[in-house]
């Protein structure tokens, strides 16, 4: 019999059952939180990062179709989560402001020049202290980040919508935490300028609670941007990049 057959066959369930404990466990610790909403995002968005990360869309459903859990209100989270997998693709001619902003390091950034690069890059809008979306989009990001780490000529961008809160000392321990390589590059700056470039990417609500989750891609400056409204996966942005790698 062939031996790597033989063995999947024992580490799976005893991946799978780690898995359950390792739930079970963050379950048990949320319903004492004191912010339990907050504490069960972010607990959303370890999971979906796990999730995607294993690469095993089955470990991730364990816990929804299993039966046994009595916690029905994570359930219904999860079901949450799984339904904003729908992603709606649109293509849209944006026009990068002008203005200058500033890189997790301090430095200045000439926005209109980091946006019309010939090279390919992916965007989104995050803030640092957000406790749903932004956890999810830059887990995703993060991913992508370490996958496409042979990508040299991708560029991935996250820029604050939140500046004040998001000092470059906030978005360097937020690069951090999430694992972000010399190619992910985190943007804040003025409030009126972050608000000036969110409305050229038609993505600023009035507010920060408001925001959505919208992942921007173009293949070079002379291309329009596509634009991701939802929780596209990982595999999607890679596909995503070697589409427009192709020219696209
Ligand atoms: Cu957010």
Redo the contacts with the bound molecule.
Sequence with gaps: MNRKYTRSQFTKPVKAGLTIVALATLFTSSLQAHEDTHQMHRMMAEMKMDNNMNHNAHEGHIMTTEGKDPHAQHKMMMTDVSAKDKVERSRHDYKASAVTMLNQNGKPIDIDKLLNSDKPMMVNF??TT??????V?SSTFSIVNRELAEAKDLTMISIS?DPEADTPEALQRYAKKFEARENWIFITGSVEDSITLQKAFDIYRGS?MN?E?VTYLRASSDKSWTRLDGFPSSDQLISEYHHMKMGH
């Design positions: 995050i803030f957000c406790p749903t979306i932004c956890p989009l919508i920060k925001h989750p």
